[in-house]
Each structure stands twice: as C-alpha cells, then as structure tokens.
C-alpha cells in the first residue's frame, strides 16, 4: 500500500521557520517527482515547490521562491520543505504528493499519482 505521510507542521509566529517532511512507503519512488502543496482555508489548492526525480531540478511558486527549499533525502523516498521568513499568508494545510510523469515546470496537480493527508502549518502575526 502506498503511503504518503507528511510531518512537521505546527504553529509558529511570522519570521520563524519549519521543516516539513514526507515520507514516502509502498513502492520505489526514486524515479518519481515530489511536490509540495498548500490550501488555505476558503482557498483553492496551489502549488509551493516540487522536486525532480534525481534531486537536481527545482521550482517553486512566486509566492514562496527564496524563503523555501525543496529537497530529496538520498533514499529519494522522503523529501523535505524547509520554510523561512514564515509569513501569516503560509498558513495552510501543506500536501506532498509524488507523480511519475510529472514534467518540469509543471505546477498543476493532475500529473501526481499519490498524494499525502497533509499537515497543518499556521503562522501567527
């Protein structure tokens, strides 16, 4: 059985940082892109970053580019979002979700196969 499973949310004050994990079990997905995404209450779910399958390729959404980091542990079956700067608008439930075709660039969520319950994130002000 695949399984997603994300840890590390919490609540944290505005300028504060966390570490999100996800771990990923069932099946090999070292050939699978990682992402990372976030719906915010009343809101539509958005894209925040994703991974390629080697680790080397990254891209993230305006809003998050140069206060987060996506990374892949060496495994490629557990990928990290390290978030800074952490402003009152991240809050959210943050998902992360694996694809095998995902093609770079892509920041939609059609292409991703599996998908995580989410971990809540709330930054006071």
């Known amino acids: 059985q695949v399984q997603l499973v994300e840890s590390g949310g919490g609540l944290v004050q505005a300028g504060g940082s966390l570490r999100l994990s996800c771990a990923a079990s069932?099946?090999?997905?070292?050939?699978?892109?990682m992402g990372w995404f976030r719906q915010a209450p009343g809101k539509e779910r958005e894209f925040v970053a994703a991974i390629s399958w080697s680790g080397i390729s990254t891209y993230y959404a305006s809003s998050v580019k140069d206060r987060f980091t996506i990374s892949r542990g060496n495994a490629k079956n557990t990928v990290y979002l390290q978030m800074n700067s952490l402003k009152p608008e991240d809050t959210a439930v943050y998902y992360c979700?694996?694809?095998?075709?995902?093609?770079?660039?892509?920041?939609?969520?059609?292409?991703?196969?599996?998908w995580g319950q989410g971990t809540q994130v709330t930054v006071s002000s």
């Open positions: 069932g099946r090999t997905f070292s050939s699978y892109a």
């Open positions: 979700a694996a694809g095998s075709g995902v093609p770079m660039g892509y920041t939609g969520g059609d292409e991703y196969d599996y």
